[in-house]
């Protein structure tokens, strides 16, 4: 071999090894990108696939760029009952997007609220100053639309939660949507009772002025009826003579009704107290479907008293905002509403719907709730 075709030879190869060496740095540096990972979720029945599924794309997406630091913060009405296993999602999301921020609420509740509402609006306030990104926020009422438009106003985006609140600037709203939760609670019940005619007893909201008991209500009534079934909606009594007042009402609403009560619905949580009817007016046999998890309602179920329940995603809802605020802040907004389009009732609300839980199974409904965390 020549010395000059030596010498090509000697630099062909060392340009071979620059180039593998090039390629190899290329590839190190890929997998050294930091991607977001999501911790398993254990397999169950009850495992909303269509949620996980969202969740799983929007990572996909969002990890198609570099990663960039952001913070944010979720407010919550309160930290305990309701909203524990909501702080619990929101703290897990957080955690495995690696983002800076706090899941803040009151300890306990105070019977007035208004203390709560100036304290989320100073933590609105505080955090946009501070540079958060995203506001995950629980909202009482419209006292807090000012301090959600003012954090919009700053760039900052708003994600509610639990409550909604429209009027305000607020980018997305997560979490049950009422009238679509009463419907289904009403499709679960038509599936338990005799052909019509019939009254079903709804133990529910006839008030306007609680718009979110009220849209539940309207759900339901509007699917019995629509069956064939008189809708009877007998107003729950969340303060006053407790369980025995209302079940006092019931039962004289029940003895009166023409056609007779052939079906008992119940829409918050204190649902049990529909059972607790049935037996008063002589009639424990009547199906009752009822809504949210208390212990009490929970015995019944065990009895065989009751036969189904809904439940509040809670877990999800709080699980849900902080990688929709991420996704926000690293692909857009419009681009996170498509990928949460199956999900977006319209163009501002995501519902997370409601879990079905028959009464035979409410065990292993525990179980599934003890699996991620989020015991009620």
Not at 44 to 61: K, W, Y
Request: with cysteine; glycine share 8%; aromatic share 8%.
């Amino acid at each position: 071999m020549t010395r000059i075709r030596r010498r090509w030879m000697t630099a062909f190869v060392l340009a071979l090894m620059t180039a593998a060496c090039e390629a190899s740095q290329e590839v190190d540096e890929e997998e050294e990108v930091a991607r977001i990972t999501r911790a398993p979720t254990p397999a169950s029945e009850f495992i909303p696939v269509e949620l996980e599924a969202t969740v799983d794309n929007l990572v996909a997406r969002i990890n198609e760029n570099e990663l960039q630091p952001m913070q944010m913060i979720v407010l919550l009405k309160n930290l305990g009952a309701f909203f524990t296993p909501i702080a619990t999602g929101a703290s897990r999301a957080m955690g495995e997007l690696g983002v800076t921020g706090n899941v803040l609420g009151p300890t306990e509740q105070s019977d007035d609220s208004s203390s709560t509402q100036e304290l989320q609006n100073k933590q609105m306030a505080e955090a946009t100053a501070n540079g958060a990104r995203g506001i995950g926020v629980s909202p009482f009422n419209d006292v807090n639309a000012a301090a959600i438009d003012e954090a919009s106003a700053m760039g900052v985006h708003v994600v509610t939660f639990d409550t909604d609140l429209a009027s305000s600037k607020r980018s997305i709203y997560v979490g049950m949507l009422n009238r679509s939760a009463g419907e289904t609670a009403g499709k679960t019940l038509l599936d338990m009772l005799p052909p019509p005619p019939g009254t079903v007893m709804i133990h529910g909201n006839v008030g306007a002025d609680w718009v979110d008991g009220y849209e539940r209500t309207q759900g339901a009534q509007g699917v019995l009826a629509a069956a064939g079934y008189t809708p009877l909606v007998s107003q729950v009594y969340f303060f006053g003579g407790g369980d025995a007042e209302d079940v006092a009402w019931m039962k004289s609403q029940m003895d009166a009704a023409d056609p007779p009560v052939v079906g008992i619905l119940g829409l918050f949580n204190l649902s049990y107290r529909c059972a607790m009817a049935a037996e008063a007016v002589g009639k424990p046999e009547l199906p009752v479907v009822a809504f949210d998890f208390d212990p009490k309602t929970v015995d019944y179920m065990r009895q065989g008293r009751i036969k189904a329940t809904h439940i509040q995603r809670q877990y999800y809802e709080g699980y849900l905002v902080p990688y929709i605020l991420y996704g926000i802040n690293s692909i857009g907004l419009d681009a996170t509403k498509a990928i949460l389009a199956p999900q977006m009732f319209d163009e501002a609300r995501f519902n997370i719907g409601v879990d079905v839980v028959p009464g035979d199974k409410v065990d292993a409904y525990n179980d599934f709730l003890d699996s991620i965390g989020a015991t009620q």
